[in-house]
């Protein structure tokens, strides 16, 4: 049986060849994927690192930094003018308000402070507005922040972080692109849960142990009485997914993403497919604010997480679980 996603990929593979035999329209503009990994290697996991690491870096709330979209450009235009990826500029952005003026001088700070990162090409002018903030650094990496008051006074902070052209690496497919992206938006949220303990905003990705976890945290006590949810036994709820997160929140304080890698594609019966997977796993590293004990160099602490394609129901994979390896 031939799938939507299965049609997808093999349209892909034969745009791609049409394009590569140069029949028609113009020259094609921008690097292709091969020569990005040819000529600076960085690949679109690489360079989700950098941004969230700048993104943390400079907001004055880390937790809503770690957590913004990304967002994908096309670094290529293909002989009939429209563009293409990958390769792909990823960019990020969070606004933070209220703020005080003192947390808004502090995160333009922030913003200099970088500079000790390599991104010393300053690409504002501080006599034009000296609330505003961007600088760039070698591989083309640009960040920035802006700080402003509404009428009223009220302060509001806008940090942002892009990154040049990154390239998908050989082992993904093409057919499977946008999955992978969504299964990094899927872990992010979840990482972010071990920050916030906003566990409605993992339980609506969830699926396996932790689906199950937070249905008994949240309504554990509770049992169908005449068609109605009534109080039944408080004994029943399980905390044990909260206590864990607080634990780890006060040992390592914030976490985010600083690479996730090895997604590997199966199907129902765990094995390989790469077609029509309905489950993955991928190798997660986390980097946190804080020197615990189980973290490696620079704070980081790596995870398996497990996923299932809930794309039939909600066009989205949800993860089950995030064990530490």
């Not at 002989?79 to 333009?108: F, Q």
Request: charged residues 25%.
């Amino acid at each position: 049986m031939t799938t939507l996603r299965t049609v997808g990929a093999l349209s892909l593979a034969l745009y791609a060849a049409l394009a590569s035999s140069g029949c028609g329209g113009v020259p094609a503009e921008g690097p292709t994927n091969q020569q990005i990994l040819d000529s600076t290697g960085l690949t679109v996991d690489e360079a989700e690192s950098v941004i969230f690491d700048a993104m943390v870096a400079m907001s004055p709330i880390r937790a809503e930094a770690s957590t913004s979209p990304i967002a994908r450009t096309e670094c290529r235009k293909n002989e009939s003018g429209m563009r293409v990826g990958p390769p792909w500029r990823l960019s990020a952005g969070v606004t933070v308000k209220p703020v005080t003026p003192e947390e808004g001088r502090a995160t333009l700070d922030k913003v200099d402070a970088l500079a000790s990162n390599g991104y010393t090409k300053r690409t504002s002018d501080p006599a034009a507005n000296d609330r505003s903030r961007s600088y760039k650094d070698k591989r083309g990496f640009e960040i920035g922040a802006s700080y402003s008051t509404d009428a009223d006074g009220a302060g509001s902070v806008h940090v942002t972080a892009s990154s040049p052209c990154a390239a998908v690496d050989k082992t993904t497919e093409v057919g499977l692109l946008d999955d992978a992206a969504d299964i990094r938006a899927t872990t992010r949220i979840a990482i972010s849960v071990y920050n916030s303990g906003n566990w409605d905003a993992l339980f609506k990705v969830s699926c396996g142990q932790f689906n199950e976890k937070i249905s008994k945290m949240r309504w554990g006590h509770l049992e169908w009485r005449d068609g109605v949810l009534v109080p039944y036994d408080e004994s029943k709820v399980d905390k044990s997914l909260e206590n864990e997160r607080q634990a780890n929140f006060a040992a390592r304080g914030n976490g985010w993403i600083v690479g996730i890698s090895n997604i590997k594609w199966m199907n129902s019966d765990g094995k390989e497919d790469r077609f029509t997977p309905s489950k993955a796993t991928a190798d997660v590293a986390v980097r946190y604010e804080r020197p615990a004990e189980g973290l490696g160099n620079d704070n980081i602490a790596r995870y398996r997480a497990e996923y299932s394609d809930y794309r039939r129901t909600d066009a989205t994979w949800h993860i089950c679980g995030l064990d530490p390896i």
